[in-house]
């Protein structure tokens, strides 16, 4: 048993998955303001509330966690949505890999859910994608090992 609570290391997981997108900042958990820092960026957040999956009794509790991943970037040519929909794919292949459902054994299985995109506002540049994920994992609390 780890002594690392799981959903940290499913997190750590991800941070190490989107160092692959190059010339991207990552944020856990923390709001940016797109006016004013690097972009593109990629903010990740916990969108739900941890939900209990009643699948089984001790020794095992059964969770899951929804996250956000929303990116912001700068779209200035004349199909920003197009530009958006490229870089969702590019941030949906680096945040979910189904050869891996697991993630390394850390998950009982991860998946994309939704996919939204917010073009700029008029007189902006900046337009946004956010990437839900759902993961199911276990955590052990009464196993003496």
Same mark, same amino acid.
């Given at each position: 048993?780890?002594?690392?609570? #799981?959903? $940290? ?5 991800? &941070?190490?998955? /989107? ?30 509330? !941890?939900?209990? $999956?009643?699948?089984?009794? #001790?020794?095992?509790?059964?969770? $899951? /966690?929804?996250?956000?991943? =929303? !990116?912001? /970037? ?6 920003? /949505? ?6 969702? &794919?590019?941030? &949906? ?17 991860? &998946?994309?859910? =939704?996919? =939204? ?14 990437? $839900? ?13």
């Amino acid at each position: 048993m780890s002594d690392t609570a #799981p959903d $940290r290391e499913i997190l750590e997981k991800f &941070r190490k998955r /989107l160092a692959t997108l190059d010339g991207v900042t990552v944020y856990l958990g923390k709001s940016i303001d797109p006016e004013h820092d690097d972009l593109p960026a990629v903010t990740v957040v916990a969108a739900d509330p !941890a939900e209990m $999956r009643d699948d089984g009794a #001790p020794p095992e509790l059964r969770w $899951r /966690l929804v996250y956000d991943f =929303q !990116a912001d /970037l700068k779209v200035p040519g004349p199909d920003p /949505l197009v530009d958006l929909m490229e870089f969702a &794919r590019k941030l &949906r292949r680096a945040i979910y890999r189904p050869d891996d459902p697991s993630m390394g054994y850390l998950a009982t299985e991860h &998946r994309p859910i =939704q996919c =939204q995109y917010f073009v700029p506002a008029p007189g902006s540049v900046i337009g946004s994608v956010l990437v $839900r994920v759902a993961v199911d994992y276990v955590e052990e609390f009464y196993n003496d090992r």
